[in-house]
């Protein structure tokens, strides 16, 4: 089974701190996402990476930035951490071979994020 | 752009009740469709699939079937579980690496 593992459950930091969120997949997946979760918006795209040292912004990458050195982990950098950016954090990998299109995303659980 | 609609929760069911919960699409091009489903505590997972008009993808008891037609992608169950407690999020990618998703629905179901 793929697994995703992100370092944290739950972070508290202070606005104006740089907060680094981990994720690691054991897979060998070629592509790698952050999303953020907020009640009512569902799921949306931070950034994204289909190849190491390779990123791509998504919907929302204002106040994000990413690094990919390895090919299983997948970092999320807040330069400076606002409160808007409380929130629900997700990370995701995704294989590009076999089902291609139709392969599906693997999820963490999930870092919860508070900014105050 | 792409877009995915489905209805609001949170939908509230009896243990043994018929679940539908609704999702409609925009998207250029054929897009392949995607159920995921968040349990308390956990990341999403995939639940379902269809890659064509058409297609059913099915599992644990849930079934979507993909109409274009209609563009829609609706999930259903024949009898709901108290374990069935989760969030249900309706998915779709096009061509690209994006992976575009609904709000999703929060379903509660009691003993």
């Known amino acids: 089974d793929v697994k995703v593992t992100q370092s944290s459950r739950y972070l508290v930091k202070r606005t104006g701190e740089k907060v680094f969120l981990e994720c690691v997949q054991d897979m060998d997946h070629e592509n790698m996402f952050w999303y953020r979760q907020d009640p009512g918006l569902g799921l949306r795209l931070i950034y994204f990476?289909?190849?190491?040292?390779?990123?791509e912004k998504g919907d929302i990458p204002e106040g994000y930035s990413v690094s990919r050195e390895k090919k299983e982990r997948f970092s999320l950098i807040l330069e400076s951490a606002s409160t808007n950016q409380t929130s629900m954090y997700l990370c995701a990998s995704s294989s590009t071979g076999g089902e291609g299109v139709n392969s599906p995303l693997h999820f963490g659980n999930g870092t919860r994020l508070t900014v105050t | 752009g792409n877009s995915v609609t489905q209805m609001e929760g949170p939908v509230t069911l009896s243990e043994e009740a018929f679940l539908t919960i609704n999702c409609t699409y925009t998207?250029?091009?054929?897009?392949?469709l995607f159920w995921y489903v968040q349990y308390p505590g956990e990341g999403l997972q995939l639940l379902l699939k269809a890659t064509k008009a058409d297609d059913k993808g099915s599992n644990k008891g849930f079934e979507a079937t993909y109409r274009k037609e209609t563009t829609s992608f609706h999930l259903e169950k024949g009898s709901v579980q108290v374990s069935d407690s989760a969030v249900y999020f309706c998915a779709l990618r096009t061509g690209g690496f994006k992976t575009i998703f609904g709000a999703g629905t929060r379903l509660f179901v009691k003993a």
């Open positions: 998207a250029t091009g054929y897009p392949s």
């Open positions: 990476s289909y190849d190491v040292k390779m990123k």
